[in-house]
Every structure is written in C-alpha cells, then in structure tokens.
C-alpha cells in the first residue's frame, strides 16, 4: 500500500499483462483510480508507435496524477541480421513513445505529478544479440533525465529491471526458461531472480517520492555489476 496514491488519478500503459498489469492491481489497491491502456485495450487504446492514438486518449481522458508506460518492442539478432524497421520500432516504443506521451500528457497533468517509463539492464551490461534493445534502453535513461529537467515540476523517473520473472518468459519451453532464471539467479549479487513484487514496490515508491526526478533506480539485484 501507499498511501500517497489514494485518490490519484493513474494512466498505465501497457498494463494488460506482466509488470504493468501487476502495477495496476497494485496502485488499485493503494486507492488510485487506475486507467489501463494498451495498443488493442482492454479499456483504453495507446499505440506508443502511434502519435494518433496517443493524442486521442489525452483529449478524451483528461488529466492524470501519474502516467506510466512499460511499452515495449524487441529485435533481439546479431548485427548482421538487423532490419531497419525492427530497429525503428524498438526505438518507436522505448524512446519516441515516451517522448510522445510527455507531449500530450504533461500539459493536462499537476505540478505534483509524474511519469515513470521502463528501461532495463541490458542498457548497463551488453550481450551478443542486444544492441537494440540495450542502446534504446540506455537511451530512455538519458531522456528521463532531459524530460525531468524540461518538465519540471513534473517529475521523471525510471525502473531498469533485470531478469524478472514476470510472465514474459513464460513464452519459452520449461527447461529453457528454468535454465534463463537459473543463470539470472547466478549472475545476481542478490543470488535470485527478480520477482514482480521487486518491481511494484519500486514503481510505487518512485509514484509516491516528490523528491525524487530525473532518475534510473536500477532493479536487478546488482547483476549490473558482475
């Protein structure tokens, strides 16, 4: 519970499934009055690839206290197999996405309140096969910086999850995503997977914390720094 998000007023992106669906339930629970969004619904429709769709919700919805997005798009390959508009689309979601909800949004919003995008270790801690997906995360935590400072009074913040298990895996055959968790949990200061309420408690603290802008905090139990 967080008692600083009774009666506020919450738009997530992205919250039909994993994270952002666990955040809804969570700040529901702390009295918010939660919008869920995502490109097909279920309530409202928020493309972050789409501007469109995007200023439609804003005109029509109003204002928000807090608007958080966990959109994403991935292009995992080597550099030789990269297509260009893979690339575009990844970038589409993690960086112009939030850049776009900023623009409609923030002007409907308090000085109180805030936005909270998704970034995520491989940002810190490149692998084969992630340039995409690390250079757009890494970029999302420069433009939280650059939106903090423009925004202001609204704050700006994001989370940068490591492995989590979240449901996203959930896609991979047993023994390979017991195998993904195994490693995660190995590579981990913290000897252990990343669980949603990890995150949740993050993303709620982060909702709630008027002194905090401009900022990554970083969730994936210090596996960044093996």
């Known amino acids: 519970m967080n008692e600083n998000l009774a009666g506020k007023r919450i738009l997530i992106v992205g919250g039909a499934r994993g994270i952002g669906a666990d955040l809804a339930r969570r700040t529901g629970q702390s009295g918010a009055d939660v919008v869920v969004a995502a490109r097909s619904g279920p309530e409202v429709r928020i493309d972050v690839t789409d501007e469109t769709t995007i200023a439609r919700a804003a005109a029509s919805l109003g204002g928000f206290d807090h608007v958080v997005s966990t959109a994403s798009a991935h292009h995992d390959v080597p550099v030789p197999d990269l297509e260009h508009d893979k690339i575009q689309a990844a970038f589409a979601a993690k960086v112009v996405g939030p850049l776009l909800l900023a623009k409609h949004f923030a002007p409907r919003m308090p000085a109180g309140g805030s936005f909270l995008f998704f970034s995520g270790i491989v940002g810190w801690k490149p692998k084969p096969g992630t340039v995409v997906k690390g250079t757009a995360n890494a970029a999302l935590a420069a433009l939280v910086t650059h939106l903090a400072v423009e925004l202001a009074p609204l704050r700006v913040n994001a989370i940068a999850p490591g492995i989590t298990d979240s449901g996203a895996w959930d896609r991979l055959p047993d023994d390979r995503r017991r195998a993904l968790y195994d490693g995660a ?12 309420e990890d995150v949740a408690d993050t993303a709620l603290w982060l909702l709630g914390a008027g002194g905090v ?7 994936d139990g210090g596996a960044r720094h093996r």
């Open 185 to 196: 949990a190995a590579a981990s200061l913290a000897g252990r997977v990343g669980a949603l």
């Open 213 to 219: 802008t401009g900022e990554t905090v970083h969730v």
